[in-house]
């Protein structure tokens, strides 16, 4: 069974940094890209950033970039999405998800989400 | 960046009967479109991509279609657990976006 699972959310105050973390199990993991998606409270979903199974390409939205690193390590079954310089508009619940098909840019398999809270 | 609109925001229907959702886009996304079902507490599940091509464990009673900005989610016989809300997805041109989903209620 496909499998990932988020951790490192919390709460944080404006200017902060934290650490989002996804273990993937139950497939290759280094056959797919993965991607974090956030949603927002009241305004809905988001593409974060995504990173292809190599790291060759690292996506970032407009609003994020230059604040958030995205990485992985094939060889832990992990990605991480490294945050600086938070945002009360960062404020989501963070999901990272497996590519469908490896480099399809569908969402196939999402995990159960990160709580981030960006508040003084 | 490419605009999703869904429309409508809210359709209520009874079991049994069919509900067509749209998706429409600020500029062709020609295909590149995925349909996803979030129901309360849980994580979107993909249900389409390709605007068409049917995800592993979707009904058959769920059908995609369109392309270039229209497309369609249509649902022939609607069933208690099909309340939840739909979002769409272009992965044309990034940064991919999401339309502001469709809260489906049975009644």
């Known amino acids: 069974e496909v499998q990932l699972v988020e951790s490192g959310g919390g709460l944080v105050q404006p200017g902060g940094s934290l650490r989002l973390s996804c273990v993937g199990s139950?497939?290759?993991?280094?056959?797919?890209?993965i991607h974090w998606v956030r949603h927002v409270p009241r305004k809905g979903l988001e593409w974060v950033s995504s990173?292809?199974?190599?790291?060759?390409?690292?996506l970032y939205v407009d609003s994020v970039k230059g604040r958030f690193t995205v990485s992985r390590d094939n060889a832990k079954n992990s990605v991480s999405l490294q945050m600086t310089s938070l945002r009360g508009e960062d404020t989501a619940l963070y999901y990272c998800?497996?590519?469908?098909?490896?480099?399809?840019?569908?969402?196939?398999?999402w995990g159960q989400g990160t709580l981030v809270t960006v508040s003084s | 960046e490419i605009v999703m609109t869904q429309s409508p925001a809210t359709l209520s229907f009874s079991p049994g009967e069919r509900a067509i959702l749209s998706c429409r886009a600020s500029?062709?996304?020609?295909?590149?479109l995925a349909w996803y079902q979030q129901r309360p507490g849980q994580a979107p599940r993909l249900l389409f991509y390709?605007?068409?091509n049917r995800a592993t464990g979707t009904p058959g009673r769920f059908s995609g279609s369109g392309s270039g900005t229209d497309f369609t989610l249509t649902i022939s016989s609607l069933e208690p657990e099909d309340s939840a809300v739909y979002y769409c997805?272009?992965?044309?041109?990034?940064?991919?976006?999401f339309g502001q989903g469709t809260k489906l209620e049975i009644k």
């Open positions: 998800v497996k590519d469908e098909t490896g480099m399809s840019y569908y969402l196939g398999n």
């Open positions: 390709e605007a068409s």
């Open positions: 500029q062709s996304v020609s295909i590149y």
């Open positions: 990173i292809t199974w190599n790291s060759d390409t690292k």
């Open positions: 997805q272009q992965r044309s041109t990034w940064p991919y976006t």
């Open positions: 139950g497939f290759t993991f280094d056959d797919y890209a």
